[in-house]
């Protein structure tokens, strides 16, 4: 072979084998921004999550629960009255439904507290707290024991007044 044809024949491998690395390039270009953009999203998508405020959350719908309001302190009116406020009352994520107030069997309860039937434990105590009830006033009861479908039914003691801080926009003439 001549140097000459040695020399044609090298460019054309060398023409080849640039070619080759080209399209091997391009293509590994391409790889790496497919998997920018996944990754890309997959943060986009992780950050939106870990700022999910709880303002945000109250733009949900609120919860709303099936509420028995029960008089354990025997101040007349007490039970309707405070049924009324809590109607119109917003607390947390959760609503009220009242669907009865009575009379509790007794007269002498001196601290209020709820029984909730249908609620998970952490629900329970968010909702205590703000309502104003001690952690200790809460008590989970067996849905079973539950036959007009209640979430939740509040006695009210003659300490009704630590209860009423949630409640405070809404007037009140008979609740002290």
């Known amino acids: 072979m001549s140097p000459q044809a040695r020399k044609n024949n090298r460019s054309t491998r060398s023409r080849k084998n640039s070619n080759g690395l080209r399209w091997r390039a391009r293509l590994l ?12 999203v997959f943060v986009f998508s992780v950050a939106g999550r870990l700022s999910y405020t709880r303002a945000e959350k109250a733009n949900f719908a609120p919860r709303v629960l099936r509420t028995q309001i029960l008089n354990g302190c025997g101040e007349p009116g007490l039970a309707a009255e405070f049924g009324e406020r809590l109607t119109r009352a917003s607390i947390e994520e959760f609503r009220f439904d009242v669907i009865d ?6 007269f002498d309860v001196d601290e209020s507290f709820i029984t909730v039937y ?8 968010r909702l205590a707290a703000a309502m104003g009830f ?9 849905n079973t024991d539950n036959p007009w479908g209640l979430d939740a039914s509040i006695v009210l003691g003659r300490n009704t007044r630590p209860v009423l801080p949630a409640l405070e926009g809404i007037p009140s003439q008979t609740i002290p």
């Open 134 to 142: 001690s952690p200790d006033h809460v008590f989970l009861a067996d």
């Open 118 to 125: 249908t609620l998970s434990t952490d629900d329970a105590l």
């Open 29 to 40: 270009d391409g790889a790496i921004l497919v998997c920018t953009v996944v990754i890309g």
């Open 101 to 106: 107030h009575d009379n509790f069997n007794r």
